[in-house]
């Protein structure tokens, strides 16, 4: 049987083992277990390892699934000894693939460049620990923040080189003019947050500069990228952008070797010369800069996007001051966050709006410039100076991202130079310091460099002399045309690639008539340019292609029975041109679901089917979205079913892990040659989600589910699919990036969670990176912060859009350090906490057991609230006090374990529950905290009063209640909004007029049992309240179901499930938990 396409000949299998995701230890008796092994086995269904620190996965290791365990703990994948440079083989692909574009050849052969030395164990991390100290690093190399100092990156050779030019870092991907509009994009009513009012305590003065770093970082092994001349660049500038992995020519020719290298590493080299006609002849030819709508439109914080217009714009001070301490004296000492809160007394502690983020204590000149917090943000706004302060504070440390969200405007430059520290290679930002007009200081690793030339030209103001006053020292967040030197080969064309599952347990569900219509309906509307090409499989027992070969009459259908050893049938009219062959492909799809209706095949092939797609994508890399209905039944990656209904919530629910590791390996496989897999899973059986996920996880795909979908007995989720389905078609789409993540000296990150493959350290590979995904990380103290008032992070995401360019898309945020306790709890950031914890939990319910995830986050309330009270209250008192920032802590901890991710309960399917689990790792914290706290409102009544007013509609907003049926009244009508699904509970008294006038019935008894629409009334009351529902339901990416419901309804019981304040018969009520807690805290 022909090994996985693309698998390196002569390598063992992937033992991908995951970092574990620590949460907390506590020393006072209410740790987790130490029984619990500390590494996490990364089988979570459809998620990027979460916990992935670079080059987690070591090909090298002759481990079987059962031993994915083996992973080092997080924070410690970063150390590790140089190995020798990766020497790819090219791919052995059998059958007569078609060269579409050149092949980048080391399709998933990953080197060990990340893995321990045969024989060498990695260290195992006492479990759930914040308190991470990475073990030493090789000489030479500095430790493992992501800040990338000199030398970061450099000890080893890029892991896996696969045809990917992007940097690392994550992006916002912006519109491009042309694009489809943008949909959906998550726009809060009122995004610039509320101040916070926390005081910092007095800041030192100003740190003394540091002096320059050594000159170069340990030699890099020059490894060129194994594959065919076209994809290697021989760069003809003298310097290499990102600076760390590049080989010097005799000829002074600088040949790019990697990712790794055009993200930059550690190595220091001149800032880097773009190859653009624009700006050399200054001041003749400024370099261009567009903006891709005005500043100050909704979705953003006019703040963090805007330009400088002369009066508002932040001001340097005198040059050689450091312009971010010397503006940070007159900073309020504000102390509500600190208000002791006695959670017992005080049960009305909901806010009537939305939460939001809180905002750092940092002086007004630079809290405007900060990154938006829907972008960027941290669980802790007052960064603790010391680990042994995080330690103490009992709470977590990370970063949570929505790096690629749709944004209404977003700064684009397009300019002769992209500036950067000559060490560490981070991005010029807002937060850097001009000492005098031609040096600036790295707020990174405090590296001087020298400002170039073309730099002192501000094409806005039009004004030389003020490098300070650029759009990339004015934005926080802000997108660079990238130059061919930011590529590892020709930017590739959109490629679109689509597997319908077609055997007659899919048919049946008549989901093939909805997904070729909406294609017909938006194949116009697909990202792309000319160069898009699109492609068709279709498969039962036996795998279909469609040749579409210009000239045909009609599309032709190649058979291939052969499902042991999958070849290309005729493969350079597999994939052809959208634009010059559309009238072929509407053929096809207006004749699909007619050809397979008297289907009697049961069995699915999916793992061949999905073998063909990798091995006819692999050229060029794009898309492939595969449609499933059942469990896999022949071929490779054929599954058993798991499931076993009364043991759905055993204590050790061994079945959250994949029962192979055949999707992970072709996962891997597809990363390696740009390829992201997405999966929509439409079925009413078991269909082993965990097995079936991995294969978008690692390959930075996404996870759609729609449980016992079937278009006659559950219509309501064809509207759904077709909803959901077009935002999936239409939105924006970034191929072949990379990500990474920059902080300060001082500070590491350790543990990634998201949808992606780690590759070389801190790289994150994303085939295809799409605007609804978010990302997360752990990080640590691994210096001490001191004599810093600040801190930054920076995330630089490089992609090719579906026109063909090349962009960098960067966020940078600055926060405020400090050296008390009761400082870092006023800075807490309850929510980002509460998702980073979510993203944790899955990872210990994956690794251990859902009952110790559980037990996990309990104690993480515990833990921190007895710090607080040991630590920080002056005076003692009775109940159970929390700081005002962390009043919800335990609301939401508990809205948490009722989770379908983490309940207990024979009532969650197992795939449901993977599902839950799945969002949990890809969702930005947005969704996942309404998807976790719904929010809930009374409608009956709705009036104008504090209304939005968006484009001509008034928008009611009503305040939200407290999650508990004591908050309901009969005569009234609550719409609970949880996300992914909305109830309209309307009461037994409701008043007529509402009844008549929204919902178009005369009485109460009159309102049908399966109502799932409001009909369209001309009435004052039937026009608020649709406009509120549409209003919510366009602030995401994905369609939420309206089930109208009444006392007597079905679904009563998932309306009331969603109460989290309310007892149930397998969780405690809000009151009870605090008890809880109360108890363990004053024990």
């Keep these: 049987m022909a090994q996985p396409a693309g698998a390196p000949t002569g390598q063992q299998p992937y033992s991908n083992g995951p970092v574990q995701n620590q949460l907390m230890h506590s020393t006072d008796g209410q740790g987790y277990s130490p029984a619990v092994p500390g590494s996490y086995s990364h089988q979570m269904p459809a998620k990027a390892p979460p916990h992935q620190s670079s080059g987690q996965y070591s090909y090298s290791g002759s481990q079987n699934v059962s031993q994915l365990n083996n992973y080092q703990g997080s924070g410690q994948t970063l150390n590790r000894p140089p190995v020798a440079a990766f020497s790819g083989s090219p791919v052995q692909q059998p059958g007569p693939v078609p060269q579409v574009l050149p092949v980048l050849q080391n399709s998933a052969a990953v080197s060990s460049a990340g893995s321990f030395p045969p024989g060498a164990s990695p260290p195992v991390l006492s479990n759930w620990q914040y308190s991470q100290t990475p073990v030493s690093q090789p000489l030479g190399a500095q430790t493992s923040h992501l800040a990338c100092v000199p030398g970061t990156g450099s000890a080893q050779p890029p892991s896996s080189v696969s045809g990917s030019t992007n940097p690392a870092g994550s992006y916002q991907y912006a519109a491009s003019p042309g694009a489809p509009p943008l949909q959906n994009s998550y726009m809060k009513p009122g995004s610039a947050p509320p101040p916070v009012t926390q005081p910092l305590t007095p800041l030192h003065p100003p740190r003394p500069p540091l002096g320059l770093p050594p000159v170069g970082g340990p030699p890099r092994p020059s490894t060129a990228v194994a594959g065919p001349p076209s994809a290697q660049f021989q760069l003809k500038s003298a310097a290499n952008q990102e600076g760390d992995a590049v080989s010097a020519a005799s000829d002074g020719s600088v040949v790019q070797n990697s990712y790794d290298a055009i993200e930059g590493g550690g190595l220091m080299a001149p800032n880097l010369k773009m190859n653009r006609s624009v700006g050399y002849s200054y001041p003749a030819l400024p370099p261009g800069y567009q903006h891709a709508s005005p500043p100050g439109a909704p979705g953003m914080n006019a703040s963090a996007l805007q330009y400088p217009d002369g009066s508002k714009h932040f001001h340097q001070p005198a040059l050689g001051t450091n312009h971010l301490t010397a503006s940070m004296g007159g900073l309020s000492l504000q102390q509500e966050g600190l208000r002791p809160v006695n959670l017992l007394q005080e049960r009305n502690i909901l806010p009537a709006t939305l ?87 790295c707020n990174l690793c405090y590296r001087v460099n020298d400002v170039p030339e073309e730099f002192l030209y501000n094409p806005v103001t039009r004004v030389y002399g003020e490098p300070h006053k650029r759009p990339e020292v004015q934005n926080a967040t802000i997108e660079f045309m990238a130059p061919s030197e930011y590529m590892l080969r020709p930017p590739q064309p959109p490629v679109y690639l689509f597997v319908f599952d077609v055997s007659h347990n899919a048919i049946e569900t008549g989901y093939l008539n909805t997904v ?403 969002q949990v790792k890809n969702q930005p914290l947005v969704y996942l905290m309404l998807m976790t706290h719904p929010s809930l409102y009374k409608v009956d009544n709705l009036t104008d009063e504090g209304a939005l007013n968006i484009n001509d509609r008034t928008i009611p907003q009503p305040p939200l209640l407290q999650l508990s049926v004591e908050k309901l009244s009969r005569d009234g009508a609550y719409l609970m909004d949880a996300g992914s699904v909305m109830f309209l509970w309307i009461g037994k008294n409701c008043g007529q007029g509402f ?89």
């Design 355 to 441: 939460l939001k983020a809180p905002v750092p204590n940092l002086h007004e000149d630079i809290q405007k410039l900060n990154c938006n917090p829907e972008l960027f943000r941290c669980t802790l706004t007052n960064i603790p100076q010391t680990q042994a302060l995080l330690n103490k504070a009992k709470l977590p440390l990370g970063l949570l991202l929505h790096p690629f969200k749709d944004l209404s405007q977003l700064p684009v430059v397009t300019s002769s130079i992209i500036v950067r520290c000559r060490s560490c290679r981070t991005y010029i930002n807002p937060f850097v310091s001009f000492l005098d007009q031609r040096r600036w200081k």
């Design 516 to 918: 070729c219509q909406t294609l017909l309906d938006n194949l116009d509307s697909l990202p792309g340019n000319t160069r898009t090409k699109i492609g068709f499989i279709t498969f039962d027992s036996t795998i279909h292609f469609y040749s579409l070969q210009e000239g045909l009459s009609q599309p032709q259908m190649l058979i291939v029975s052969d499902i042991e050893d999958v070849f290309i049938p005729m493969p350079e009219n597999l994939l052809v041109n959208l634009n010059e062959n559309k009238e072929l492909i509407q053929d096809l799809l207006k004749t699909l679901p007619q050809m397979f209706t008297k289907s009697l095949e049961t069995q699915s092939a999916l793992g061949p089917a999905l073998q063909a797609a990798f091995k006819l994508m692999s050229p060029t890399g794009g898309r492939i979205t595969v449609f499933q209905t059942q469990l896999p039944s022949v071929g490779m990656g054929a599954l058993k079913s798991r499931e076993e209904p009364n043991q759905r919530a055993a204590a050790k629910d061994i079945h959250l892990t994949p029962s192979t590791d055949f999707y992970k390996k072709l996962a891997l496989d597809c990363s390696g040659q740009q390829v992201a897999v997405d999966l929509f899973l439409l079925s009413g059986q078991y269909s082993d989600l965990a097995s079936l996920g991995c294969i978008s996880r690692y390959s930075a795909g996404s996870v759609y589910y729609y449980q016992s979908y079937h278009h006659k007995h559950n219509p309501v989720q064809v509207e759904k699919l077709q909803k959901e389905l077009k935002r999936y078609l239409t939105r924006k789409i970034g191929f072949e990036a990379v990500m990474r993540i920059r902080c300060t000296k001082g500070l590491s990150i350790h543990t990634f969670h998201g949808n992606f493959f780690v590759r070389s350290t801190d790289l994150l590979s994303l085939p295809n990176v799409n605007p609804d995904a978010g990302y997360a990380v752990q990080m640590s103290v691994e210096e001490s912060l001191t004599d810093m008032q600040v801190v930054s992070f920076q995330s630089a995401l490089l992609y090719t859009s579906s026109k063909g360019e090349r962009r960098i898309r960067v966020h940078t945020m600055c926060l405020p350090v400090v050296t008390t306790l009761s400082d870092v709890y006023l800075g807490a950031d309850v929510q980002a906490i509460t998702g980073l914890l979510a993203n944790m939990a899955v990872d210990r319910s994956v690794s251990a057991t859902l009952s110790d995830a559980r037990d996990a986050l309990v104690n993480a309330v515990i833990d921190s609230l007895a710090a607080y009270r040991t630590s920080v209250l002056s005076i003692q008192q009775p109940g159970l006090t929390a700081p005002y920032s962390l009043r919800l802590f335990p609301l939401y901890i508990l809205a948490l374990l009722k989770q379908k991710a983490f309940q207990t309960g024979t009532n969650t399917r197992l795939d449901e529950r993977i599902f839950t689990m799945c």
């Design 995 to 1083: 009844i008549s006038q929204v919902l178009g019935v005369p009485n109460y008894g009159s309102i049908p049992q399966n109502m799932t629409h409001l009909p369209e009334l001309e009435t004052a009351e039937s026009i608020r309240i649709r406009a509120f529902i549409s209003w919510l339901r366009e602030q995401r990416p994905f369609f939420p179901i309206l089930y109208i419901i009444k006392d007597e309804s079905p679904l009563k019981s998932s309306f009331l499930q969603n109460m989290i304040e309310d007892r149930t018969e397998s969780a405690l009520s809000y009151y009870e938990f605090l008890l809880h807690i109360q108890q363990q805290v004053n024990k």
